[in-house]
């Protein structure tokens, strides 16, 4: 019984190469082809300096690099300090479109803020993020 199972798991390694090229892999990833429907000039921005009390305008631009066009489903800001807003159309390919955070600087200090954006291409959210420094 035991030559029976020696000789059996023998034969299931003698055959594991051969069964490994039964699936080709493509070398364009579907991670890779999501990345590149859409190139963000900048996904992270640092606003520097800003006043107390005077809201600040980022704007995130981007270009759909994709062969159909893409709708920004969702935008959403991770605090209630920040309001968002952006191209509402369909961004059609080559073409270019933006997300806007407006950041309420009302307390004074250091500051990191994220908007994660979900578009018709990807349901999972691409973050972006800005930070600066509110000084009084």
Same mark, same amino acid.
């Given at each position: 019984?035991?030559?029976?199972?020696?000789?059996?798991?023998?034969?299931?390694?003698?055959?594991?190469?051969?069964?490994?090229?039964?699936?080709?892999?493509?070398?364009?990833?579907?991670?890779?082809?999501?990345?590149?429907?859409?190139?963000?000039?900048?996904?992270?921005?640092?606003?520097?300096?800003?006043?107390?009390?005077?809201?600040?305008?980022?704007?995130?631009?981007?270009?759909?690099?994709?062969?159909?066009?893409?709708?920004?489903?969702?935008?959403?800001?991770?605090?209630?300090? %920040? !309001?968002? /807003?952006?191209?509402?159309?369909?961004? *059609?390919?080559? &073409?270019?479109?933006? #997300?806007?955070?407006?950041?309420?600087?009302?307390?004074?200090?250091?500051?990191?803020?994220?908007?994660?954006? %979900? !578009?018709? /291409?990807?349901?999972?959210?691409?973050? *972006?993020?800005? &930070?600066?420094?509110? #000084?009084?």
């Amino acid at each position: 019984m035991k030559k029976l199972k020696i000789s059996a798991l023998l034969a299931v390694m003698a055959f594991a190469p051969f069964y490994a090229n039964v699936f080709p892999v493509e070398s364009n990833s579907v991670v890779k082809m999501i990345a590149d429907a859409i190139k963000w000039k900048s996904e992270s921005i640092d606003v520097g300096n800003i006043p107390q009390g005077k809201p600040k305008l980022i704007r995130f631009e981007f270009t759909n690099t994709s062969s159909k066009p893409i709708v920004i489903e969702n935008v959403a800001p991770s605090c209630g300090c %920040t !309001t968002a /807003d952006y191209t509402k159309t369909p961004i *059609l390919p080559g &073409k270019k479109g933006f #997300v806007e955070a407006s950041y309420n600087a009302a307390a004074a200090g250091a500051f990191m803020k994220t908007v994660n954006v %979900t !578009t018709s /291409d990807s349901k999972a959210p691409k973050t *972006l993020s800005f &930070k600066g420094v509110v #000084v009084s």
